[in-house]
């Protein structure tokens, strides 16, 4: 739940995988991976301070700072700010801060650690037919690693990660005439992972390695939860090329859980580069499984009663596609057919006030994007969506997932450091839930734009400003919260 609230940092890297990824990163993850890394300080030291204000009452400001020296790293970034959203009671105000320091012991080993804080303090007036003018939600998140990377021999290296976190969250729902009513959710998390790799053999790189993992969750407001969980994974991947220009992965995956019993995921893939490698042709499949939350298994509430008789969810997913990359690295373009099969999808039972298991759902489509630098310092991203999401048993439709998505953002450099650029989003065909009287419906399409500019004035100060919601959509993602509105957002950032 750490990006829910959480901003990227300055000396953060957020990089997507796509496919399944299930091997090294976990049963769950079958669609995918979201990697959100510190980046190690290097070069001279430096940094940077910025602020933005605009429209809703919003300020933020963040300052950033890294640098080596000798055999030691750092980078550190701190933000934070207010908003006042359009609602009501639908103010936002947070901080955040990472932290990386890393230290060269031997041409052998080095050694770091990172922490990550965050702290929000939010109005929540729930859906806009409720309107609630006092509900408060604050919470604490709290993560921190140590690691060390090893060299045993010239062709075997391993990183080990011992990792912590710490979450706390409180509602405060004052009633009139009554108490008021808080809940209180923590949760702690403990994992140690560990990972060698071996590129002895020709063209071959073997990855193996154990996650130990425990989890505890206390919730007052659902039930009294009080409930552990406790992980043990081993799991190998080999990367192989037999050939040049052909390239094979396979790896297996056991996660024993003490509460839900063992697993066992997988994940193959195959990639062809041809046409002098300016082409492209790949495809994977992979398994997963997915342990219901306490939540799903023991809430309780005056609207919500968890399932105890929740079985696990698995789910399998295949998909194939092309990359064609333009001469001159001037873009690329890619297509792909994603298709992910589930058993026992976890989902809202019909009438939304708890979880059931799905007998069969099925997730499919084509996903096309391109990147494309044009003739006149024109950079170029689009990218559409086509998807089919069934629950095979009901036949029906899943929840909240459009049909049809598209994106577009184009961006030019006029020279004399200042650029500009504009983009869309696009989503249709989506069925939703009505806030007020939980019936199924047919959710409204939307199309969003935005604008935005920079100028680097000297080598240290650089200004900038952006539209967001240019034409002012009146839009809903989910039924019952509406986004916001035009907004008008500018900011200066120095480097020293």
Known sequence: ???????????????????????????????????????????????????????????????AAQGEHGATAWNVSAQGGHTDNQRANNYFDSANTTLRLDRTVSDHTSIGGTLRWFHGVYGDPGDRYTNDPDNQDREENLLATAFADLKLADVWTAHVVLGGQDRRFVSENPRAGRATQITVVKNRRAVLDAQTSYTGFDRQRITGG?????????????????????????????????????????????????????ATTGRATAAWLVAQRALKLRASYGTAFRSPSFLDLYGRSAFYIGNPTLRPERARGWDAGVDYYFAQKRGTFSATWFDTDFTDLIASSPDFRSEVNIQRART?????????????????????????????????????????????DAWHDFGGGVSAGAGVVFAAHRRDVDARTFAPIDAADYTVTRAYAAWQATPRLSLKARLENLLDEKYEPVNGYPALGFGAFAGAEWKF
């Open 210 to 262: 154990v996650t130990a993992e425990a989890n505890h969750t206390r919730n007052t407001g659902f039930g009294d939860i009080n409930k552990k969980q406790g992980l043990f994974a081993v799991f190998a991947q080999d990367e192989f090329s037999p050939v040049e220009n052909i390239f094979l992965t396979g790896g297996l995956r056991s996660d024993d859980f003490d509460t839900f019993g063992r």
């Open 1 to 63: 739940v750490y990006l829910g609230g959480a901003c990227v940092g300055v000396c953060d890297s957020l990089e997507v995988a796509h496919g399944p990824q299930s091997t090294l990163y976990g049963g769950e993850a079958v669609g995918g991976v979201v990697s959100l890394r510190a980046q190690r300080g290097a070069g001279a030291p430096g940094g940077s301070v910025s602020a933005e204000a605009g429209s809703f009452g919003t300020v933020q400001g963040a300052l």
């Open 364 to 408: 499919r489509g084509v996903e096309l994007s391109a990147q494309a630098v044009l003739p006149g310092a024109v950079t170029l991203r689009a990218s559409a969506t086509y998807l089919e999401a069934d629950n095979l048993t009901s036949h029906t439709r899943l929840l909240r997932r459009p049909r049809q998505s598209d994106s577009l």
